[in-house]
């Protein structure tokens, strides 16, 4: 099994910026990438960002890319998302996902390829 533990949400008015950070405890030699979804008030859970354990190119949503910037510390089984010109669409609780099998372009978008989840951290933006 996998843990996973975000931290880092809060209010911040339109155009600043917030990091969020994951923690990963467990079986983590498990996982090949972790990502970033978020989930706003009435609507569905969608993909933001993710990257693989071992590098490569990130991937991300249209609606954040030149915006948000996903990393990771393989070493420390952490990974961040660093959110900038925040806006008040980008409202919403996001969660930090492991998944255990390689992604493609297309699977990395979805939910059911992801095995792990965090709880979530509420990301507020103000206008």
């Known amino acids: 099994q996998v843990q996973l533990v975000e931290s880092g949400g809060g209010l911040v008015q339109t155009g600043g910026s917030l990091r969020l950070s994951c923690a990963a405890s467990?079986?983590?030699?498990?996982?090949?990438?972790m990502a970033w979804f978020r989930q706003a008030p009435g609507k569905e859970r969608e993909f933001v960002a993710a990257?693989?354990?071992?590098?490569?190119?990130?991937y991300y949503a249209d609606s954040v890319k030149g915006r948000f910037t996903i990393s990771r510390d393989a070493a420390k089984n952490t990974g961040d998302l660093q959110m900038n010109s925040l806006k008040p669409e980008d409202t919403a609780v996001y969660y930090c996902?492991?998944?255990?099998?390689?992604?493609?372009?297309?699977?990395?978008?979805?939910?059911?390829?992801?095995?792990?989840w965090g709880q979530g951290t509420q990301v507020t933006v103000s206008s």
């Open positions: 996902a492991a998944a255990r099998k390689v992604l493609t372009i297309i699977t990395v978008r979805r939910l059911d390829a992801y095995d792990y």
């Open positions: 467990g079986r983590t030699f498990s996982t090949y990438a």
């Open positions: 990257i693989s354990w071992g590098g490569g190119a990130p």
